[in-house]
């Protein structure tokens, strides 16, 4: 696909680490597109600066742009709806770790210990080897075990 307009391009060009980004703090209470609207209107305003740029630079600053659009955005609304002052943050934490370990012991295997190795810090490339399995197995078991944990929790 050939866009003309180099602004839309770059948006194009960069559109996988955008959502990633507004996903990470859609968390928040945000939607995903509202977030994603947000930081298409901070890279707008500085879109000059950022077609003169090598892609190198233009995906760091981008980046940069984009989280802090995002961040902003999570500000403004935090300050519109405060918790109750009787919340324990340490404990809803606590509380949704344990159910997340509790639905990774429920996985099947390989599953299982491949979230293990993952949250060990091993990387795909080692994970791969480890269960005798090709990076893009690996990658594609976690994206659906993600998927399958996230529903399964009643966050």
């Not at 519109?80 to 009787?86: F, S």
């Not at 404990?91 to 509790?102: G, T, Y």
């Not at 099947?108 to 399995?133: C, F, H, T, W």
Request: hydrophobic share 40%.
């Amino acid at each position: 696909m050939r866009l003309k307009d180099p602004f839309e391009a770059m948006l194009h060009r960069h559109r996988g680490m955008l959502f990633m980004i507004c996903r990470h703090y859609s968390r928040q209470g945000l939607e995903v597109h509202d977030l994603l609207q947000e930081v298409t209107l901070a890279l707008w305003r500085d879109h000059e600066r950022l077609l003169t740029l090598s892609v190198v630079q233009q995906t760091a600053l981008i980046w940069k742009i984009g989280r802090n659009a995002c961040i902003d955005c999570v500000r403004r609304l935090k300050k519109t709806e405060a918790l109750p002052e009787d919340y324990d943050v340490v404990a809803e934490d606590r509380s949704l770790l344990n159910e997340l370990h509790e639905r990774i012991a429920l996985l099947d295997e390989p599953d299982r210990s491949i979230v293990k190795m993952r949250l060990e810090g091993y990387n795909y490339e080692e994970i791969a080897k480890q269960m005798e399995m090709t990076v893009k197995n690996v990658s594609v078991r976690l994206v659906r075990i993600k998927e399958k944990l996230r529903k399964s929790m009643t966050i």
